[in-house]
């Protein structure tokens, strides 16, 4: 008798996936695309990725072969398939094999907002897993922070407590249905127990009574402690003034804004004008907090935030629920009416990590909420809620990376050695990177706090199991006090620890997320804070011509003292008074900054700067725009990081629109061509300039737009003077300094328009959370000895440029 295996010769081949492939559905898609073409096989989760061995005829296996790369699950991302074909074994069928156990490198894939089709079946009185705050699918649901080792199946989630009962476990198991092989797939029956403990009493409620109480709480004015999907929130009516004043106190918080969880697009469309780019951001499965720009509030907006919740902000920070409980605080149909914004914030103090385990939130939380509504699912990392911007153009600038991005892998431009960047102190996030792929870990915050430490080594851990990174290399910023190189140092344990310039980090990154390679330096304007600089200078206002093997300190703003460090830091008026010092202006009673220092202090001021006792030199571009926002009367004292310079963009994008006339304008002094010095960018007629018009009584709105549009007009210039003598015409604009929308807008435009390629950070932050992207990329060229034409005019601390001597940094 003639088979079909006679008429036909079959073909067998081996296919391994990698990337963002387990935990999204991609096995049962396999499955389902095999069982459609009639295919043989097998698939199975390995360490490596995903593995599938199909056999059939040449057609459906060429078939097989196309479309498993081309219409993937909604949360897969393929990063290679790789093909061999085999010997025809024979057999029938396809199946799914229990996966292999051990360390890898595979995508475990973000944690992913609740989907419509979950979110319908919370809703509907008919499904079993009707208002079930745990409902998730394949396509939906916690994945990074619950995963505790590879492959990722479910005894290795923190679900493994959870045994399925009979209808999940046949739903797990039917190739047909959208929770095969979802591994936090559970019911009410089966699955975690949410319950509501009040703070100093005994009484608990559990179930959809948990909920129901929280709701009911939380409009009477309530503060909670709500458990998430990445470590806990405080929440409260985001309406009630008075909430939000005993939130805002009891976390320590100063005046930094709040972000809020909005019922729905049309409640955040109430709050601020919503693109359609922001729209899809926020009701994407990423979720994260979009930073709306609140030009005009809308009319729409009934109920509007209560004034304590985002006080001089440029934006409010805006996300929609993304987990199921989220979801039912805001209530479903039919459910009493209760608050339509909820301000969202990390459950912890200012500073402090955010809390994940529920032991320690009843003892750090119980001062901060009135009540703690948690549940038996335990986080095994903590992920804070990501944070974004959308420009103008529909391109996004993360300002903060962590839930919903990571751990996706980053495209690297070249080949590193398996290796650990620790990024910096503020903001700290670190880089782990082999081969062409770098992982940015999720948002650690500031190492100050001495549980952040702990914290960080916990992340290194989980990330390098995950990854399968076994670093090699480590990598520090060069500041020698800063608290992520010391635990660099402490752990080393032989291994090497490069060292890299702030700044020439920063720029890397930028270079790294637009893909470049290196090949070619660019113009790297690298504006922030504080950044250690070569000299013993903060630096932090820096133009450089730059790759990955060096740079040279083309141009940078001019020094002015930082009388007493921090504490300049936290009090802007007295670098608005050591800038008067420095241009020559005298400090004038009527001035907003000499009015907002007392006179002893006045005193003591002036003779500091006067004898220069603790009095660095500093070229950084943000204590100029903390200097001129206690200038224009707009913030002497800084409750949080960048408090000054918000609030003062929040003045200069109203000024923008409404027409400022003709900006400032700084005065450039040297650094014209290829064997000079660097450019000072000196500040002295932008101050002059604001004092005049602060004593002429002009709207504090035109002073700060006049300021932004005269930093923009001076980056041109120094970027065009530059490109005059190195031909170089790309420029990368980099720092936390970019954060800043006018800014960032005003310097894109104008270099566009000078005929520049301009880089702008698009998949990682500009500030200090996308540092150590760069640092990784830095330290790998460091060990590569086989410099480029570019990289050896732009040696490392600007040590070795071509026809020059060595350049010392100091202006």
């Known amino acids: 008798m003639t088979t079909a295996r006679d008429r036909q010769p079959f073909v ?75 010997p025809v074994l024979g057999g029938d069928g396809f199946s799914i094999l229990p996966s292999e156990a051990g360390a890898g490198r595979t995508g475990v894939p973000p944690d992913a907002a609740v989907c419509a089709d979950c979110l319908a079946e919370l809703a509907d009185p008919a499904d079993a897993r009707h208002r079930h705050p745990f409902i998730t699918c394949t396509h939906c649901g916690p994945r990074f922070t619950i995963v505790t080792g590879l492959p990722y199946d479910r005894p290795r989630t923190t679900m493994a407590g959870f045994p399925l009962c009979e209808r999940c476990a046949a739903q797990y198991a039917d190739p047909a249905d959208r929770r095969f092989h979802a591994q936090p797939v559970c019911c ?114 009934t109920t509007p935030p209560a004034p304590s919740v985002c006080p001089g902000s440029p934006g409010v920070g805006v996300m929609l629920p993304y987990s199921p409980v989220h979801r039912l605080l805001f209530g479903l149909p039919g459910d009493p009416p209760g608050p339509r914004m909820l301000v969202m914030t990390s459950g912890n103090r200012s500073g402090e990590p955010i809390v994940t385990d529920d032991a320690e939130a009843a003892a750090r939380l119980s001062e901060l909420a009135g009540a703690r509504l948690a549940h038996d699912r335990p986080i095994h990392v903590p992920c804070d809620d990501s944070v974004v911007r959308v420009r103008a153009d529909g391109s996004t600038l993360p300002l903060r990376r962590s839930r919903g991005y990571v751990p996706e892998p980053l495209p690297l431009p070249f080949e590193v050695p398996p290796a650990l960047a620790l990024g910096g102190d503020l903001k700290n996030v670190f880089c782990l990177g082999s081969g062409r792929s770098a992982w940015l870990s999720q948002h650690i915050g500031d190492l100050g706090d001495p549980a952040a430490a702990g914290v960080l080594g916990r992340a290194v851990d989980h990330l390098a199991h995950l990854t399968g990174v076994r670093p090699e290399l480590l990598v520090a910023d060069k500041h020698p006090r800063y608290r992520s190189a010391a635990w660099a140092r402490e752990r080393a344990g032989g291994r090497p620890l490069r060292l890299v310039q702030h700044h020439h980090a920063h720029i890397a990154s930028a270079m790294a997320d637009a893909g470049l390679d290196g090949t070619s330096p660019v113009i790297g304007v690298a504006f922030d804070g504080t950044g250690y600089g070569d000299d013993g200078a903060v630096w932090g206002g820096e133009v450089m011509l730059a790759d990955y093997t060096g740079y040279r300190r083309c141009a940078h703003l001019a020094y002015v003292p930082l009388p007493g460090g921090d504490a300049a830091v936290r009090n802007p008026y ?54 001129v926002s206690s200038l224009a009367g707009v913030c002497h004292r800084a409750g949080y990081e960048a408090q000054a310079a918000m609030e003062l963009e929040a003045y200069a994008a109203r000024g923008v629109d409404a027409g400022c006339g003709r900006p400032y304008a700084f005065a450039l002094r040297g650094g014209g061509a290829a064997g000079d010095g660097p450019c000072l960018i000196d500040p002295a007629p932008v101050l002059r300039a604001v004092v005049a018009d602060v004593r002429a009584g002009t709207p504090v709105e035109l002073v700060a737009a006049r300021f932004h549009l005269a930093v923009a007009d001076a980056v041109l210039a120094v970027c065009a003077a530059v490109r005059r003598w190195s031909g170089v015409g790309t420029v990368a604009l980099t720092g936390g ?74 202006g």
Request: hydrophobic residues 45%; contains cysteine; charged residues 20%.
């Open 12 to 86: 067998r081949r081996r296919l391994v996936v990698r990337g963002t492939v387990q935990g999204v559905g991609f096995r049962p898609f396999v499955h389902g695309l095999a069982g459609e073409l009639g295919l043989s096989g097998y698939v199975v989760n390995h360490t490596g990725g995903v593995v599938t061995e199909v056999e059939g005829a040449p057609e459906p296996v060429r078939a097989f072969c196309e479309r498993l790369a081309a219409a993937p699950p909604p949360l897969a991302v393929i990063a290679s398939v790789a093909q061999l074909d085999l």
């Open 737 to 810: 300094v970019f954060a800043n929308a006018v800014l960032e807008e005003a310097c894109g435009s104008r270099l566009a328009g000078g005929g520049f390629t301009v880089v702008r950070h698009r998949l990682v932050p500009c500030g200090d959370g996308g540092l150590a992207l760069g640092q990784l990329l830095v330290a790998a060229r460091a060990g590569d000895h086989a410099q480029t034409p570019a990289a050896r005019g732009c040696a490392e601390g600007g040590d070795r440029v071509p026809g020059s001597a060595r350049e010392s940094g100091r």
């Open 188 to 301: 009410p029956s089966c699955g975690p127990r949410l319950r509501l403990e009040h703070a100093g009493a005994d009484t608990v409620h559990e179930g959809a009574d948990a909920v129901a109480q929280a709701r009911a709480l939380l409009a009477r004015g309530a503060v909670l402690a709500v458990k998430g999907v990445g470590g806990y929130h405080l929440a409260c009516d985001a309406g009630n003034e008075d909430a939000v004043g005993r939130l805002r106190a009891a976390k320590e918080r100063g005046g930094k804004p709040f972000a809020v969880m909005v019922a729905d697009l049309e409640t955040a469309r109430g709050l601020a004008p919503v693109s359609e780019a922001e729209a899809r951001l926020l009701s994407g499965p990423r979720a994260p907090v979009v930073l709306l720009r609140r030009t005009t509030l809308s009319t729409r907006s």
């Open 574 to 627: 007295r670098m608005a008074l050591a800038h008067l010092r420095t241009a020559g202006v005298p400090w004038d009673e009527a001035l907003p900054a000499v009015a907002a220092c007392g006179e002893g202090e006045l005193r003591l001021l002036d003779r500091q700067l006067e004898r220069r006792v603790a009095c660095v030199p500093a070229s950084s571009m943000g204590r100029l725009f903390d200097a």
